[in-house]
């Protein structure tokens, strides 16, 4: 079902990236700029749960929905972090740990669909953990100001940006050991 409720939520996000990014190209103050993309972010992330929610109530889950909704998480984060790397507000290398283990566990997913054995990379706690602090840490730094006069997003979204980073680490080894007995086992 390429175009029931759920799915077009999911292209929604992939929709989002030009516009969240083409914010800060287009004559706007900066704090404005701030302001919209971050509160698009914000509702396009929100998509992420509508569309499963939806899905499982309307009873239109399909196969396309299940590998469309992680694509678009994906670009979603990463275009998002690169664009935070080019304005100076996260690490080079924090979008290198994100981006880096995008590309390895999308790669090993694939290998392990072909092989028959995605029971071994099936989504675990670690890797939804990973997602939600990066889902905050991003609008805290597209943010790049105080709110309610008090709180620092670009400090809190800094350190939750780098807490992100070790957690997707943390999932990439996950992953990778509970598929190393199907590596072992193909490598001989």
């Keep these: 079902m390429f175009f029931n409720l759920p799915t077009l939520l999911t292209w929604a996000r992939i929709a989002a990236i030009p516009l969240i990014v083409g914010v800060y190209y287009i ?3 900066l704090q404005q700029a701030n302001l919209i993309a971050t509160v698009m972010f914000i509702v396009f992330a929100l998509t992420d749960w509508a569309d499963g929610y939806l899905a499982r109530k309307l009873n239109q889950t399909s196969a396309f929905g299940a590998f469309l909704d992680p694509v678009a998480d994906k670009f979603l984060v990463c275009a998002c972090v690169l664009a935070l790397v080019h304005m100076d507000r996260a690490d080079v ?3 290198l740990i994100i981006i880096g283990r995008e590309i390895a566990i999308s790669s090993l997913r694939e290998w392990m669909a072909i092989i028959g054995a995605t029971k071994s990379v099936a989504v675990h706690m670690i ?4 997602t939600m602090v990066q889902m905050v840490a991003i609008p805290f730094l597209l943010f790049d ?6 709180i620092d997003t670009r400090l809190w ?10 957690l997707t680490i943390w999932s990439m080894v996950y992953y990778l050991q ?11």
């Design 145 to 150: 100001g105080r709110v309610f006069g008090v």
């Design 93 to 95: 290398f924090v979008a």
């Design 178 to 188: 509970k598929a190393l007995p199907e590596i072992r086992a193909r490598s001989r």
């Design 27 to 29: 004559d706007l103050p």
């Design 127 to 130: 890797g939804k953990a990973k």
């Design 157 to 166: 979204g800094t350190w939750l940006i780098w807490i992100a980073a070790v």
